[in-house]
């Protein structure tokens, strides 16, 4: 049988997990620790109160459930593949639901970000093209880079593999990652040539993540 692209792409899967309550581990659990990495990482960038985050992937808000009441009201925005999860997120590990308005909170496969405003400052995408091709970053990037022209950062983890093409690899935390199907790994080479092909200044980060995921920075190239 054929591997699905994407676990996330597999049909009913978000209706199925919701129902369970599921919430959590539909983001692949590791809750706290999670979303405790992402928000140091942001604070590291230089993310303030008064400034704008998307979360894209942002899943049900493992890390929105910090850093909404970290920002100002309203400066939290976030897209996912299923709003049914960002909303079950707000509803359930959120404080105080009412700092996050539920337009704030947009479903979107594409990376094409309908309706984001282009006044973000920050914008993260962890735990995402771990599960996506490298063509689909390669589009993402591409996407997101003139929709956001005021952004400072673009964080996003991903798998590496020094030599992708030899097949599946053990990476530092145990998760074995494959070239040719979830969780997908890439050459360093490859995610930098995206990076700079799409309008992108880009470094992988010396960070632990979580199974052994690396941390690439982006900024807008000029
Ligand atoms: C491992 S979870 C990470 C969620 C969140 N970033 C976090 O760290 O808690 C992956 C998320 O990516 C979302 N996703 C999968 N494919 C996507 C796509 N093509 N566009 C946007 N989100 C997608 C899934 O719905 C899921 O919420």
Same mark, same amino acid.
């Given at each position: 049988?054929?591997?699905?692209?994407?676990?996330?792409?597999?049909? *009913?899967?978000? @209706?199925?997990?919701?129902?369970?309550?599921?919430?959590?581990?539909?983001?692949?659990?590791?809750?706290?620790?999670? *979303?405790?990495?992402?928000?140091?990482?942001?604070?590291? +960038?230089?993310?303030?109160?008064?400034?704008? $985050?998307?979360?894209?992937?942002? *899943?049900?808000?493992?890390?929105?459930?910090?850093?909404?009441?970290?920002?100002?009201?309203?400066?939290?925005?976030?897209?996912?593949?299923?709003?049914?999860?960002? $909303?079950? *997120?707000?509803?359930?590990? &959120?404080?105080?639901? @009412?700092? $996050?308005?539920?337009? =704030?909170?947009?479903?979107?496969?594409?990376?094409?970000?309908?309706?984001?405003?282009?006044?973000? @400052?920050?914008?993260?995408?962890?735990?995402?093209?771990?599960?996506?091709?490298?063509?689909? &970053?390669?589009? +993402?990037?591409? #996407?997101?880079?003139?929709? &956001?022209? #005021?952004?400072?950062? $673009?964080?996003?983890?991903?798998?590496?593999?020094?030599?992708?093409? +030899?097949?599946?690899?053990?990476?530092?935390?145990?998760?074995?990652?494959?070239?040719?199907?979830?969780?997908?790994?890439?050459?360093?080479? @490859?995610?930098? #040539? +995206?990076?700079?092909?799409?309008?992108? =200044?880009?470094?992988?980060?010396?960070?632990?993540?979580?199974?052994?995921?690396?941390?690439?920075?982006?900024?807008?190239?000029?």
């Amino acid at each position: 049988m054929a591997h699905p692209v994407s676990p996330y792409l597999v049909p *009913g899967f978000y @209706d199925s997990a919701l129902a369970k309550g599921r919430h959590r581990d539909i983001v692949g659990g590791r809750w706290d620790e999670t *979303g405790r990495i992402q928000m140091q990482i942001l604070r590291d +960038a230089g993310m303030q109160p008064d400034h704008r $985050l998307l979360d894209i992937g942002a *899943g049900s808000l493992r890390l929105g459930c910090k850093a909404v009441p970290f920002l100002n009201p309203g400066h939290y925005w976030a897209t996912d593949a299923s709003r049914a999860l960002m $909303l079950r *997120g707000r509803a359930v590990e &959120l404080a105080q639901p @009412d700092r $996050l308005p539920e337009h =704030h909170l947009i479903e979107d496969s594409t990376f094409a970000l309908p309706g984001v405003p282009p006044t973000m @400052d920050f914008a993260i995408v962890f735990g995402v093209f771990t599960h996506l091709p490298l063509t689909t &970053l390669k589009a +993402a990037l591409i #996407q997101i880079r003139p929709r &956001l022209p #005021q952004l400072r950062r $673009l964080l996003f983890s991903v798998f590496l593999s020094p030599d992708p093409a +030899a097949g599946s690899r053990r990476q530092a935390d145990g998760v074995v990652t494959h070239p040719d199907r979830p969780p997908y790994h890439f050459s360093q080479f @490859d995610v930098m #040539q +995206a990076c700079t092909g799409s309008g992108w =200044h880009a470094t992988a980060e010396p960070v632990m993540l979580p199974r052994g995921q690396v941390l690439i920075a982006a900024t807008p190239a000029p």
